[in-house]
């Protein structure tokens, strides 16, 4: 009489590969979106030409400048073909402006522009108007943003800070943008893993896969009882 092996005995062998393969194959989803913190911190240089130089007067050559905020970076696999990419990209967010001796809280990050190749609709730039709340300018200068230019890894082309200067009227608003030089870094949260990570995961639980059923074909059979 034959007994046959229990229904445990069998699925027990493959349990482990089996995890791992679900494992990586899960993990991509979890990591579609990983928060950031970006980073700058450096000295202005100026205003850009062609608009208001008011700010280049309120914070001369040399001011030291740095900013650092928070982003879900899912907004980096967009693509252009989608319905709405400007509220897909927009977010809220916490983070800080220092510009000489002001600070400026920034909460909500906003997509203003953006770059794509026609024929893929892959996106090539993003960029990002940081908005926020803090003093006046000493000429009356309002904040209204840092601004940068990102590509989808992250990297940043530019970065400028925004100031609208009201007329004394109240009927006509003229920008400045400072410009500065700095040192710009991205940190992401160390829990996070990223999914190029899975891929080796996947591969060993595919292998185990193959193993187990390599053992499973050359087992010897279980005795005969009498």
């Known amino acids: ?3 046959p092996r229990s229904a445990w005995h069998l699925m027990r062998a493959p349990l482990a ?12 989803l979890l990591a579609d979106a990983a928060p950031v913190r970006l980073s700058y911190s450096g000295s202005t240089t100026g205003t850009l030409e062609g608009f208001n130089p008011s700010a280049g007067v309120d914070f001369p050559v040399g001011t030291a400048v740095s900013w650092s905020f ?4 899912a907004f980096t696999t967009l693509n252009a073909n989608i319905d709405d990419v ?10 800080q402006l220092n510009l000489g001796s002001a600070v400026y809280d920034l909460s909500l990050a906003r997509l203003y522009s953006y770059s794509y190749d026609l024929g893929t609709g892959v996106i090539s730039w993003f960029q990002f108007q940081i908005e926020g709340s803090g003093p006046d300018t000493a000429s009356g200068g309002e904040f209204f943003g840092v601004w940068l230019r990102i590509a989808p890894d992250l990297a940043l082309t530019s970065t400028e800070v925004g100031f609208g200067y009201t007329s004394a009227d109240g009927f006509v608003t003229s920008y400045s943008y400072l410009t500065s030089t700095g040192t710009y ?7 996070v893993v990223p ?23 050359t087992a ?5 009882s009498r």
């Open 17 to 28: 590969p089996v995890a791992l393969a679900a494992a990586a194959l899960l993990t991509p």
């Open 195 to 217: 999914v190029p990570a899975t891929l080796p995961l996947l591969a060993l639980g595919l292998a185990g896969l193959a193993a187990t059923r390599r053992r499973g074909a």
């Open 86 to 95: 400007f509220g897909a990209a927009t977010q809220a967010t916490h983070g």
């Open 70 to 73: 928070g982003l879900d970076d």
């Open 220 to 224: 010897p059979a279980a005795p005969e």
């Open 1 to 3: 009489m034959n007994h």
């Open 185 to 191: 870094r991205v940190d992401r949260d160390p829990g």
